[in-house]
């Protein structure tokens, strides 16, 4: 059974951090590309960061870069999200995602919330 279980998410002040975590389980996360997305009430999903499956490789939406930085430890089978300098418009339900072109497979997890406010 595919798993992907967010963790991390909480209630921070801006300028603060967090770190997300999302642990699979179910399949071979090694060969998966891994990504972050996130959905703000009324908006749609985007792209926040990806990383290839041997982490040689990421990206980040413009609207985050410099701030927030993904890594996998494929050894834990768990792709991190290292999110600093929040902001009130970083707001929203983070979800985590595996992708692999090769065998057509695309999971979800079921996002954690992550609500900057002073």
């Known amino acids: 059974q595919v798993q992907l279980a967010e963790s991390g998410g909480g209630l921070v002040q801006p300028g603060g951090s967090l770190r997300l975590s999302c642990a699979a389980s179910?399949?071979?996360?090694?060969?998966?590309?891994m990504s972050w997305y996130r959905q703000a009430p009324g908006k749609e999903r985007e792209l926040v960061a990806s990383?290839?499956?041997?982490?040689?490789?990421?990206n980040y939406a413009d609207s985050v870069k410099g701030r927030f930085t993904i890594s996998r430890d494929n050894t834990k089978n768990t792709v991190y999200l290292q999110m600093n300098s929040l902001k009130p418009e970083d707001t929203a339900v983070y979800f985590c995602?595996?992708?692999?072109?090769?065998?057509?497979?695309?999971?979800w997890g079921q996002g954690t919330q992550v609500t900057v406010s002073s």
């Open positions: 995602n595996a992708n692999s072109i090769r065998y057509g497979n695309d999971y």
């Open positions: 179910g399949f071979t996360f090694s060969v998966y590309a």
């Open positions: 990383i290839t499956s041997t982490g040689s490789s990421t």
